[in-house]
């Protein structure tokens, strides 16, 4: 019976995960921009770095819900060293209103004279109808 039960529950999670809409990917291009997005919607930010630098992305306190920070390396030759890395932060809206989104590049040994960019974007949660 157990068995059976988590068979079902896995089967009822799946189900509702495959209708779940595609996460919104921004960039460094949407730098600035205020959006309009229904609470739950999962936002993915995408952002280069140079593997090696000393330079990474590191995410400024939010109201958004965190569900986690991944890295994409694209292929290459065995000791190449510095090549592009894509740092993917994801969120949820979980509140009606604004929120700051803000993300600075930076070596986190010299703190905070050393940031070299920064990227914000303001989402305003819209509660859903």
Do not use: N
Not at 42 to 49: A, H, K, T
């Amino acid at each position: 019976m157990r068995r059976a039960a988590a068979f079902l529950l896995s089967a009822l999670l799946a189900a509702g995960c495959a209708d779940a809409p595609a996460p919104l990917r921004l960039d460094e291009g949407d730098d600035g921009r205020t959006l309009a997005v229904p609470v739950g919607t999962v936002i993915e930010l995408r952002l280069e770095e140079r593997a090696g630098t000393g330079y990474s992305w590191a995410a400024e306190p939010s109201p958004l819900t965190p569900l986690g920070v991944s890295h994409e390396a694209p292929s290459r030759p065995p000791g190449l060293v510095g090549g592009p890395v894509t740092v993917i932060f994801r969120y949820r809206v979980d509140a009606a209103g604004p929120a700051r989104l803000g993300l600075k590049q930076w070596r986190v040994w010299l703190g905070e004279p050393s940031v070299i960019r920064r990227v914000t974007v303001t989402i305003d949660g819209q509660p859903l109808p």
